[in-house]
């Protein structure tokens, strides 16, 4: 096997690993290796279909169009940044407060983590809401609506009416992705919808979102940066982010 072989075998896993990588992550990841050169390998790969190029970077095609991807395939990526994160969730926490927390593999993480206080918590994630299984003082609520398998999720239009008769104190979101064009988006219309509508209930809005985010358009928005109050990320987020955020007086833990 050849060097420039291997090296886009590396690419390849890379991307599988991480679901979506930016360019600016190829680039720090393969230092050597010229932009020109990446690029060509991308388009190459994309050619073969082992990997699907994106706007900024590249996607697994292991990552299903429309399903914002396997929970179980997700839950083994970035576990350190993830296991960061939700640490950093946990001192926002109060008791005696009104929740939604999203589904995910992040917020999945930060579900088994929570502290066993007295807490209303609405959630649509099946996995968030076993780990909550475990305590004995929140009140954990299910909303009904459609099962998306693969992030074993609820959704739908059920879904969203019950949340609209819900008041947060604060919303916890998933994030598949971010843009500074695009704003905060998935993979699904309807889920979009239920998060907009999550956000729209709650007197603070918090983003989970790890690094590897940055620079990825998903399908559908469901906010823009004004709209959140709170990014919680790995400490790795680029500097024109944290300047943007700065800017719009977002604060980023």
Do not use: W
């Not at 088994?112 to 929140?138: K, V």
């Not at 074993?152 to 598949?176: K, M, P, W």
């Not at 985010?213 to 709170?230: A, M, P, Q, T, Y």
């Amino acid at each position: 096997m050849d060097t420039m072989e291997m090296r886009r075998n590396a690419i390849v896993e890379l991307i599988n690993e991480n679901g979506t990588v930016t360019f600016a992550q190829l680039k720090e990841a393969f230092p050597q290796v010229s932009e020109m050169t990446l690029r060509t390998d991308l388009k190459l790969l994309d050619e073969a279909r082992k990997i699907l190029r994106i706007h900024g970077g590249a996607r697994s095609v292991q990552v299903l169009i429309g399903t914002d991807d396997f929970l179980n395939r997700k839950s083994v990526r970035n576990i350190p940044q993830k296991q960061k994160i939700a640490e950093k969730a946990l001192s926002l926490l109060r008791p005696d407060t009104t929740i939604f927390l999203d589904s995910g593999s992040t917020a999945t993480m930060f579900a088994r983590q929570f502290p066993d206080q007295s807490n209303l918590i609405y959630t649509t994630g099946l996995s968030c809401a076993t780990e909550l299984a475990e305590l004995t003082h929140p009140l954990v609520m299910l909303p009904g609506g459609k099962l998306n398998r693969y992030s074993q999720s609820v959704f739908g239009y059920q879904a969203i009416r019950e949340l609209e008769r819900v008041n947060f104190h604060q919303a916890f979101l998933g994030v598949t992705g971010f843009h500074m064009d695009a704003g905060f988006t998935c993979g699904i219309y309807e889920e979009a919808v239920l998060k907009q509508t999550a956000a729209g209930q709650s007197d603070q809005v918090i983003a989970l979102m790890d690094s590897s985010k940055i620079g990825v358009k998903s399908s559908f928005r469901f906010c823009s940066l004004e709209e959140i109050d709170i990014v919680v990320s790995d400490g790795r987020l680029p500097g024109d982010f944290l300047a943007e955020c700065e800017r719009r007086h977002v604060t980023v833990l």
